[in-house]
Nanobody
């Protein structure tokens, strides 16, 4: 059974930092393309960051220079380090995986709230 379980969300003040984690199981994580998306109620889900099995990364324009995606294949986990957080970063953050054979999976999301 495939699972993507996010953790690390919460309430943080503007300018603060959070680190999200996504623990994966049930597929070959080391060969999967992993991403973080986020969604605000009433808006489309948007790509935050992605990382290939070769550690090539890409980022949404709104988070470049502030967020960093990384992965630990030994622990089947992908991370999102979020620095210099802004109120507009408030959203539900979802982990997404695409396997080597093209299967796609989503986590249930973790809420990040940036507010003073």
């Amino acid at each position: 059974q495939v699972q993507l379980v996010e953790s690390g969300g919460g309430l943080v003040q503007p300018g603060g930092s959070l680190r999200l984690s996504c623990a994966a199981s049930g597929f070959t994580f080391s060969r999967a393309y992993m991403s973080w998306y986020r969604q605000v109620s009433g808006k489309e889900r948007e790509l935050v960051a992605g990382i290939s099995f070769g550690d090539r990364t890409n980022y949404g324009d709104s988070v470049k220079g502030r967020f960093t995606i990384s992965r630990d294949n030994a622990k089947n986990t992908v991370f999102l380090q979020m620095n210099s957080l802004k109120p507009e970063d408030t959203a539900v953050y979802y982990c997404h995986g695409v396997t080597f054979v093209g299967m796609t999976y989503w986590g249930k999301g973790t809420l990040v709230t940036v507010s003073s």
